[in-house]
């Protein structure tokens, strides 16, 4: 089934719900027509890529049932034409977790704001930015976008 990526579509797969709204607030901030999908873990975000492709994935590293590396490990070994945008979005700082997240693939590694305001400049950043282009190409150091703590 060759599906094409569906402009706008954004999914957040995050187990703690209030990270969720914060993303959720941040992206309905912006000035564009979005729908997003919130699931709760990786399997779920696993099935439902069978029925959508989205532009962007948010995705958390620490989730029940299926976290987020073998979520990404199972996005990016689909080889389906339009991969979507994967961006880690996790507390941890670990530099094996940034390192990990980019190795199987993600197009950058977030470490989660503490205010809403940080939020709204963190996913402003995002959508400016030109994501055509491969997540292997990407320097690492784009990759850390934690200097908005």
């Known amino acids: 089934m060759n ?3 569906e402009p706008n579509l954004i999914i957040i797969a995050d187990d703690d719900p209030d990270d969720s709204l914060f993303l959720l607030t941040a992206l309905l901030s912006l000035p564009l027509e979005l729908t997003v999908i919130t ?9 439902i890529l069978e029925k959508v492709s989205p532009q962007i994935i948010f ?15 199972h996005i990016r070994s689909n080889v389906r034409s339009e991969q979507p ?3 880690m979005f996790s507390t941890s700082t670990s ?8 190795q199987l693939g993600a197009d950058m590694y977030v470490t989660k704001p503490h205010t ?3 939020y709204n400049m ?3 950043d995002i959508f400016k930015r030109d994501w055509s282009g491969k997540a292997t190409e990407r320097i690492p150091e ?8």
Do not use: C, Y
Not at 39 to 47: A, D
């Open 3 to 5: 599906m094409h990526r």
């Open 39 to 47: 699931v709760p873990n990786g399997e779920r975000l696993i099935s």
């Open 59 to 73: 995705l958390d590293i620490n989730m029940p049932k299926k976290n987020g590396f073998d979520a990404l490990k």
């Open 85 to 87: 945008t994967v961006i």
């Open 95 to 102: 530099v094996l977790d940034i390192r990990m997240s980019q």
């Open 116 to 118: 809403i305001q940080n």
């Open 122 to 124: 963190i996913i402003e």
């Open 142 to 149: 784009k990759l850390l976008l934690s200097h908005f703590q």
